[in-house]
């Protein structure tokens, strides 16, 4: 079983400065990571994933994510927040083996970009 | 290439009355996903079909929510009789089968409130 814990609930931040959502996990197995985004009124929709190799994942808009084992944390970050980040952030696992492919996600971080 | 469905996209019903939910999954996805998100919490794995049988249903509440997938196409959630908290966003996601390196693709979800 896995377990996810994203501890900010709500993320104020000024436009143009830096960001960081904080994620950590716990698992008996290995696992996929990802970060999945729920802008105003839209559905889920994927921001970036760890499936292996390099630990460090980028998407498209800016955004970055580092996989840290010995910590077991994938937060998100990105250096410079545009007010069109506003948006609620979901940290979720995916076991390797077991589970099926079922995604365990964390509470959400609303991040508010404020002018 | 349409992407994952849902309807409808709001739902107030009383309570002890019927809902169905549906959701049409991306074309060839035979993995096919129901979460539900209660306010303030987190998104919760309800249960899994590959194609129309049911992989994984641990999550299901209870014996009030039916969940069928008639010919491995779209889906129902069916909650009878709803009860008050029963109310929350019901998400679907499709995924391709026996491709593990990949995400599930999220509807924009039903809220459903019942009163």
């Known amino acids: 079983a896995q377990s996810v814990t994203q501890l900010d609930s709500q993320v104020p931040v000024f436009e143009e400065a830096p960001v960081e959502l904080r994620c950590n996990y716990s698992?008996?197995?290995?696992?996929?990571l990802f970060w999945y985004v729920q802008y105003p009124n839209q559905g889920l929709q994927l921001l970036l994933k760890?499936?292996?190799?390099?630990?460090l994942v980028e998407s498209i808009n800016g955004f970055e994510a580092e996989f840290n084992k010995s910590q077991t944390s994938f937060h998100l970050r990105k250096p410079s927040v545009h007010i069109s980040d506003t948006a609620e952030y979901f940290c979720a696992v995916r076991g390797l083996t077991g589970g099926g492919n079922k995604l365990t996600f964390g509470t959400g971080t609303q991040l508010k970009v404020e002018l | 290439e349409a992407g994952v469905t849902q309807f409808p996209s709001h739902s107030v019903i009383e309570k002890g009355q019927t809902v169905t939910l549906r959701c049409d999954p991306i074309?060839?996805?035979?993995?096919l996903y129901w979460y539900r998100r209660v306010m303030g919490k987190e998104i919760k794995f309800l249960l899994h079909?590959?194609?129309?049988?049911?992989?994984?249903e641990s999550g299901m509440p209870n014996n009030r929510f039916l969940a069928e997938r008639t010919g491995g196409t779209y889906s129902t959630l069916k909650v009878q009789p709803a009860e008050l908290e029963d109310s929350g966003v019901y998400f679907c996601?499709?995924?391709?089968?026996?491709?593990?390196?990949?995400?599930?693709?999220f509807g924009q979800g039903t809220r459903l409130t019942v009163v």
């Open positions: 079909f590959v194609k129309e049988s049911k992989q994984d």
């Open positions: 074309s060839g996805h035979d993995n």
């Open positions: 996601a499709s995924s391709p089968y026996g491709r593990t390196n990949t995400e599930a693709f």
């Open positions: 698992s008996s197995v290995s696992v996929y």
């Open positions: 760890y499936l292996s190799g390099s630990t």
